[in-house]
């Protein structure tokens, strides 16, 4: 069974950065595009970017464009989201996820989910 785990949320100040992480276990994460998504307070999910399987193909939302960078280590199964920049929206659940179709995960129905690692920018 495919299981992913999210790291690395905290409060941070605005205007700062943090390095998020998803392990993946259970199969390689190289057949996989990686996704991460995010839900604010008394908000909906929403896209945050995703990398193909080999990271030849990488998008952003246009809300993190220019501050987020995705990556992955297919050797370690593990992706990341770093993000710099911080502001207030940017607070809340940051979720992974993974599929075989980059389509299906920009979309939101990725077959496997973290459970989250939470995010709170804030002075």
């Known amino acids: 069974q495919v299981q992913l785990a999210e790291s690395g949320g905290r409060l941070v100040q605005p205007g700062g950065s943090l390095r998020l992480s998803c392990r993946v276990s259970g199969r390689a994460m190289s057949v996989y595009a990686v996704g991460w998504f995010r839900q604010g307070p008394g908000q909906e999910r929403e896209f945050v970017a995703t990398?193909?399987?080999?990271?030849?193909?990488?998008i952003y939302a246009d809300s993190v464009k220019g501050r987020a960078t995705i990556s992955r280590d297919n050797a370690r199964n593990t992706a990341f989201l770093e993000m710099s920049t911080l502001k207030a929206e940017d607070t809340g659940v940051y979720f992974c996820?993974?599929?075989?179709?980059?389509?299906?995960?920009?979309?939101?129905?990725?077959?496997?989910w973290g459970q989250g690692t939470q995010v709170t920018v804030s002075s």
């Open positions: 990398i193909s399987s080999i990271g030849a193909t990488i």
């Open positions: 996820a993974v599929d075989p179709s980059t389509t299906k995960l920009r979309s939101g129905a990725a077959l496997y």
